[in-house]
């Protein structure tokens, strides 16, 4: 009921709208109207209410609310279903036991803030609360489970271009999974996926980014920014996840519906920060010094070594001379 | 404790232990033994109690027990951890929650029925009550995803010997992860992992072996068999456990510590029923028909086309003249 008020205002934001027209249309009594309004008020919304004129949303709190997303959402393929947290440990281990338990694809988990927030392999992820985005998007591609890197671009791209969109900042994607503005990682992705050997059953892929976050630890500081530093002012996270849903939602359904990567790949080229560079590449325990010369058509890295050596890599942990890898 | 006083009576078996004995060794009353001892009674062990002379174990039922495994298996790496159900729906997807909560290597969950077993691609697999086994052990090998065909491997060599070893039985390896007697199908394998694009959370390796099951439904009767069909005696499910824990293991940690899969593929090769034959293979909405020709050390099979064409598959559902996948 809440989202069904929280929906006409919003169409009628700036305006006032009575409270017997709101209990017309959706069919409950004023006073259940009263109490939702009551309870939008307390999560932030700023309804002037006046007797005989009614309620008047003048402004909408950057709360990362269900309500506010399903309806944002809602012409969408993707957040048709939304799990909000207040905070959690990580919403990629929440998105794994959703998926675990049958969850459809499109389903998203976003939280205030993660407690045990991860980067790859195991890493800490710092997600302060009221000043990031956590947010973890289940998918079902039939696609093989060598191809969850690909996943992992369009995510990049998508990011790099709703970051832009919005801040009008210019973005960077240090491949394969970091987004960068002005030589500062802004964002991480995630993507882990359940599989059989030659299927997928489930894809997860979660970011983190960090949105108005004011101050980093000492040890970060130099390596981490986030949009509120590099712009001077506070952006909208609501804002933000529905422009990244809409930029990943076409990339990801131009894949998934035509094999066509092209472009992804192209935004991840464009905006590529380590392509030219010379670049160290660990995986495991094996480090590979060489130069990045290309992004080929499913999303990998093509670097040729020191003895001339050209190979395609799919994964890894680059650094590049400024550009390294935080936490 | 129940355990505790299984454990001394199998070490004794068929001669009588003191309740006296018992109640020093494991420092608990006289009452309290006999009340384990009624339990193990319950459970269908055969325990012959004489006053005076004390209790004699005469016989062991052929149940999955948790105490009696966790017993035998003490001496392994595997198998330290053990999760037995009288009925769950899918070993492995319980095997997947534990995991997801940390489980560690080895951990075994097995299940006297599954009333939603599962084989490849979510197909149902059938395991009743009392006449199969149906086992998932976990496992988190640092290898890369795309290596995760090479469990399934491992499990198919580790189960066809076992299965030899404890009944004599001629078996094969329909690669990749089927095992066959007499042309009809004896057990099945489910590998399944979660990973990062680059590392493994952990693997979940599933078997569902048909050990003294009676009479198939029509629709599979000529496409599956079970041990008893093929020996016209029962088999000890708990001895076959035992001697596929140990084959695996040795398998298993063969490659993990040193990379060599080449026993694994020795045993692949030498038992398999598809090689030189005209196979059928089908991956997704691809249908190739190719002569198999060899498994290579990874354990990739090769086929040759029609067309001369020689390639690598590294899985996929295989049939050839008289023996298909059933359901």
Do not use: H
């Given at each position: 009921m809440k989202k069904e008020v929280l929906e006409v205002l919003k169409k009628n934001k700036n305006n006032f709208i009575s409270g017997e027209q709101l209990s017309n249309r959706l069919g409950v009594t004023r006073t259940s109207i009263w109490k939702q309004i009551n309870i939008l008020k307390e999560e932030g919304y700023k309804i002037e209410s006046i007797s005989r004129k009614g309620y008047k949303l003048i402004e909408e709190p950057d709360i990362l609310s269900r309500d506010d997303l399903l309806i944002e959402l809602q012409?969408?393929?993707?957040?048709?279903d939304i799990y909000y947290f207040?905070?959690?440990?990580?919403t990629n281990n929440y998105g794994k036991k959703l998926a675990l338990d049958g969850a459809l694809e499109g389903t998203i988990v976003l939280s205030d803030?993660?407690?045990g927030g991860r980067g790859r392999l195991g890493r800490a992820w710092v997600s302060p609360p009221g000043t990031s985005i956590s947010m973890s998007i289940i998918l079902r591609p039939t696609?093989?489970?060598?191809?969850?890197a690909k996943i992992t671009e369009i995510t990049a791209a998508a990011v790099a271009n709703a970051i832009s969109r919005v801040t009008k900042l210019k973005t960077g994607i240090k491949w394969p999974n970091d987004i960068i503005i002005n030589s500062k990682k802004v964002c991480g992705i995630l993507t882990e996926m359940s599989a059989e050997i030659n299927s997928i059953n489930y894809v997860i892929v979660g970011m983190g980014i960090n949105v108005n976050i004011n101050e980093f630890p000492d040890e970060i500081n130099n390596v981490a920014t986030s949009l509120k530093k590099e712009l001077n002012m506070e952006i909208s996270r609501k804002e933000l996840v529905i422009n990244i849903v809409n930029e990943f939602e076409k990339l990801y359904y131009d894949f998934i519906n035509t094999g066509d990567l092209s472009k992804t790949v192209e935004i991840c080229k464009e905006k590529?920060?380590?392509?030219?560079k010379m670049i160290k590449i660990i995986n495991r325990n094996e480090i590979i010094i060489a130069k990045a010369i290309d992004i080929d058509e499913n999303g990998e890295l093509i670097i040729k070594k020191d003895d001339g050596e050209i190979i395609n890599i799919i994964s890894g942990e680059i650094s590049v001379r400024g550009i390294n890898s935080y936490i």
């Open positions: 012409n969408n393929k993707l957040g048709n207040k905070t959690i440990d990580s803030e993660q407690t696609i093989y489970p060598n191809e969850a590529s920060v380590i392509l030219g």
